[in-house]
């Protein structure tokens, strides 16, 4: 299989080439940036006005016949230039990906979305099932990936398109405003770290090692078309995973933990600005369920959510 993997230099995208390396698959990775690795490069800006011309250029010169978007942007914006860039490459570079393939008639596209989606709600089932409401709360990142979805299902046939669903992705090299909550938690002064249970609420956790989010999206593209999660099997309890980061549980008002949240936020780095529309997701579960896809997909998560947080701690489990 000839697969292009648009915005593959990331996280997600370094483990995926490995796994279709591995396998035989003639890689081409599509980014801005270069990716360590085996696999052949072309450099391609998705914010361009010809975003959509760059792309399938490079579908038909390196004659792909799959297509997996990773390109996203995970940490929350600064100011609103950064919002209108982060949704135009959500949108119109998603958009322009999704023509791409369709006009050089790939035969699969894999949209990698995220557990996001689904929003963080008080009448969350758990675990959420792959058929449960689109209903992502205001946290940019959640709203993009929704829109996202929308896009490649307005573009793509359904006989060709499949999206992947990852609970929060964590491995030793990851690093975004989620991960350093967990590993850099402290106030001056203090030994150990706090993490807010905010108005009380200590929902369940979920991890993904970023391993078996590539073993999913691998699978995906030689099995039907679909929806399908990448997940562990199991969740945490909020004890325990404040346990294991050596954090402190505190009970705060939400709304004491807002102010302050919009009163420091400007001054933080942005591997520590989480903003307050994260707050849900504090509050209420997102968890998946990981039957339906390991059974459709063959394919079993080899870390827990426990081994993935140690993982991502430089604590394996």
Same mark, same amino acid.
């Given at each position: 299989? #000839? ?9 997600? /995208? ?20 270069? &990716? ?56 119109? /570079? ?18 990698? %979305?995220? $557990?996001?989606?689904? /929003? $963080? ?18 946290l940019p990142y959640a709203v993009d990936k929704a ?9 793509v046939a359904d006989d060709v398109l499949s999206i ?20 850099? $938690? #402290?106030?001056? @002064?203090?030994?150990? /770290?706090?993490? *807010?249970?905010?108005?009380?609420? #200590? ?16 699978? %995906? ?15 945490? $309890? ?14 705060? *008002? ?14 933080? *780095?942005?591997?520590?600005?989480? *903003?307050?529309?994260?707050? !849900?997701?504090?509050?209420? !579960? ?5 039957? &339906?896809?390991?059974?459709?997909? @063959?394919?079993?998560?080899?870390? %827990? ?13």
């Amino acid at each position: 299989m #000839r697969v292009a993997l648009v915005g593959g230099s990331g996280l997600v /995208g370094r483990a995926l080439m490995a796994r279709l390396v591995a396998r035989g698959d003639a890689v081409v990775v599509l980014d801005c940036v270069r &990716p360590r690795g085996n696999a052949s490069f072309v450099s391609v800006d998705l914010l361009a006005a010809d975003a959509e011309q760059q792309v399938r250029q490079a579908f038909v010169a390196h004659h792909v016949d799959a297509v997996v978007h990773l390109a996203a942007r995970v940490n929350p914006p600064g100011n609103v230039a950064e919002r209108a860039a982060m949704q135009r490459l959500h949108h119109e /570079g998603t958009s322009a990906v999704a023509r791409a393939a369709t006009a050089t008639q790939v035969r699969r596209f894999v949209l990698v %979305s995220s $557990a996001v989606v689904y /929003g $963080a709600w008080p009448d969350n089932p758990v675990p959420l099932p792959t058929t449960a409401p689109i209903r992502p709360r205001d946290l940019p990142y959640a709203v993009d990936k929704a829109l996202q979805e929308r896009v490649c299902r307005a573009a793509v046939a359904d006989d060709v398109l499949s999206i992947v669903r990852p609970a929060i992705i964590y491995a030793a090299d990851a690093h975004n405003y989620l991960t350093e909550i967990l590993r850099r $938690a #402290r106030l001056p @002064g203090l030994s150990i /770290g706090l993490l *807010p249970a905010l108005d009380g609420c #200590r929902p369940p956790l979920q991890f993904v090692h970023v391993d078996d989010v590539a073993d999913v999206i691998a699978a %995906s593209l030689s099995a039907p078309t679909g929806t399908y999660h990448a997940a562990s099997s199991d969740w945490l $309890a909020y004890n325990d995973v404040a346990r294991a980061a050596g954090l402190r549980v505190v009970d705060v *008002p939400s709304r004491w933990a807002g102010a302050l949240v919009e009163a420091l936020l400007p001054l933080m *780095p942005p591997s520590l600005r989480a *903003p307050r529309a994260l707050f !849900p997701y504090l509050m209420h !579960p997102f968890v998946l369920d990981m039957a &339906p896809t390991s059974a459709a997909l @063959g394919v079993t998560p080899r870390w %827990s959510s426990a081994q993935a947080l140690g993982a991502m701690l430089g604590r394996p489990s």
